[in-house]
């Protein structure tokens, strides 16, 4: 090995030497993310609102909307009616096209809800406000009288569709990337069930809005009476009162939603011109 003509050494250069005239250094390092990049947090406040307007346009299809309903809205339309029966103390399960729920208020159920929130919070203490929050829920649900749970019940299969279909919507963007419940690809597949359960709910009460033929009354034979014709027939609603209910429902969780889309970019654009 030919002796290094700077220092003398005749091994250890891997890069160079030291004392020599030729240095090599290493590559700037840059702070500024890829425009391409898909999981960036200007790419996901952005998704948000091109995710409803994929989900919109099929919504006012007749396969898109078959689509929708098959695929979205009727796992969280279902999942509606059960939360809100649990929130009341009723025991509930949902399945496809339908929830089985009990008439009545199960006071075993009851505590059995109370205690599972109870060794939540004991279990895992940064989880204790949650826990105390929708124990307070539980609460207030079983002192409302049963007359006026079972409405609330009912309004929750659509009104479920739309606050579950935007909480899933705001965990897309809001999850921080080390969550267990954002690795991989999950915040993405969070965003296109809450925007294909939203707009099918949504889409629904829109075009009854515009004709009241196209209001969803009837009857089948799993389940009875549709939830529109349980509101308006058994609960004494309006159809208008009805449609206005949705649809300011529907409007308020569009409000929430481009209030932390628009705070998202604008607090990462701040942050960029600050740096």
């Known amino acids: 090995m030919t002796p290094c003509p700077s220092c003398g050494a005749d091994r250890g250069h891997l890069l160079g030497c030291e004392r020599g005239t030729i240095s090599i250094a290493p590559p700037p390092v840059t702070h500024d993310e890829p425009s391409l990049d898909l999981d960036t947090t200007r790419a996901r406040a952005w998704a948000v609102p091109i995710a409803l307007a994929v989900a ?26 059960a939360i809100a029966s649990w929130c009341c103390g009723v025991f509930a399960v949902p399945l496809p096209w339908l929830t089985l729920g009990g008439g009545a208020r199960s006071p075993v159920f009851i ?7 109870a060794a939540l919070g004991h279990r895992w ?3 204790r406000p949650l826990a105390a929050a929708l124990g307070g829920l539980l609460l207030l649900g079983i002192l409302v009288p049963f007359r006026h749970a079972t409405t609330f019940i009912v309004f929750s299969g659509d009104g479920g569709a739309l606050v579950l279909g935007t909480l899933l919507m705001l965990g897309a963007v809001l999850l921080p990337d080390d969550a267990r419940l954002s690795r991989g690809a ?3 597949g969070y965003l296109a069930i ?35 014709s349980r509101l308006v027939d058994v609960s004494g ?33 701040s942050r960029r011109r600050a740096g």
């Open 56 to 81: 919109g346009l099929l919504a006012f299809t007749g396969p898109g909307s078959f689509l929708l309903r098959i695929l979205f809205g009727m796992w969280l339309h279902e999942a509606g009616h």
């Open 194 to 228: 809450g925007a294909g359960a939203f707009m099918d709910a949504f889409s629904t009460w829109v075009k009854s809005w515009r004709d009241w033929a196209e209001l969803p009354f009837g009857r089948s034979e799993s389940s009875g009476l549709s939830d529109a």
């Open 237 to 269: 609603w309006s159809e208008q009162g009805l449609v206005r209910s949705y649809l300011a429902l529907g409007l308020a969780c569009l409000a929430v939603l481009t209030a932390v889309t628009a705070w998202r970019l604008t607090s990462r654009t």
């Open 125 to 127: 203490r940064r989880l």
């Open 111 to 117: 505590v059995l809800l109370f205690g599972g929130l």
């Open 186 to 188: 999950l915040r993405w």
